[in-house]
Every structure is written in structure tokens, then in C-alpha cells.
């Protein structure tokens, strides 16, 4: 079992800036991918960054190209989402989650590929 918990949400401008955090714990794995979603009210939920925890590799929705940034801290088995220039359509419940089996292709942007899943942290950009 792997634990995962997402924090740093919160209620931000239009045009300002959030970062997320997503500490794992638990069973340990020396490959996966940690992604991050999102999920506003009465939409599916959508993919917006990935990242490989042994390479770095990195692999972005085209909303998220430019504003956000995936980055990882292996020593803390924390993944962050470092979002600028938040627009009212980035609103969402934003969810990190683990994917064992996962590379770096259109299957990382398939929710159903992840195994594991945080609790979510609410996003709200104001306009």
C-alpha cells in the first residue's frame, strides 16, 4: 500500500501563484510515476503533469504547458506542482496520484492507470 498527501491549495488571484505538494509513504518502489489531476465540478477528472521518479522525465497537459511545473524531492518521497499564472479555469480539486506500471506516454494521462490516490486539495483562482 502506498499513502499519498496532497497540500498547499488554497484560494489564490487570477494570475497568481499556488504550489502543491504530494508526500508518498508506505510500500517503497524504485520506479514509478507520480502524476497529478484535477476535477471541477460536474467534469471528469483531467490530467495535467507527470513525472518519472528515477529519470525526471516529465510529461505535461497542453493547459499546464508554460504555467506549471512537475518537479520531484526523492529524499522526501515528495512530488510538487509549482503553478503559475493561475487562471478561473484552473479551478478544480487537484489529486496526486502513483502509477507502478506507468511510462511516460498518453497511458500516464489515463486516470485508471494510477493505482494509488491522495484525498485532493481544493484549488480556487478568482477572477
Known amino acids: 500500500q502506498v499513502q499519498l498527501v496532497e497540500s498547499g491549495g488554497g484560494l489564490v488571484q487570477t494570475g497568481g501563484s499556488l504550489r502543491l505538494s504530494c508526500t508518498a509513504s508506505?510500500?517503497?518502489?524504485?520506479?514509478?510515476?507520480m502524476g497529478w489531476f484535477r476535477q471541477a465540478p460536474g467534469k471528469e477528472r483531467e490530467f495535467v503533469a507527470a513525472?518519472?521518479?528515477?529519470?525526471?522525465?516529465?510529461y505535461y497537459a497542453d493547459s499546464a504547458k508554460g504555467r506549471f511545473t512537475i518537479s520531484r524531492d526523492n529524499a522526501k518521497n515528495t512530488v510538487i506542482l509549482q503553478m503559475n499564472s493561475l487562471k478561473p479555469d484552473d479551478t478544480a480539486v487537484y489529486y496526486c496520484?502513483?502509477?507502478?506500471?506507468?511510462?511516460?506516454?498518453?497511458?500516464?494521462?489515463?486516470?485508471?492507470?494510477?493505482?494509488?490516490w491522495g484525498q485532493g486539495t481544493q484549488v480556487t483562482v478568482s477572477s
Open positions: 508506505g510500500r517503497t518502489f524504485s520506479s514509478y510515476i
Open positions: 496520484a502513483f502509477g507502478r506500471y506507468l511510462s511516460l506516454t498518453i497511458a500516464a494521462t489515463r486516470p485508471n492507470e494510477y493505482q494509488y
Open positions: 513525472i518519472n521518479r528515477s529519470t525526471s522525465s516529465t
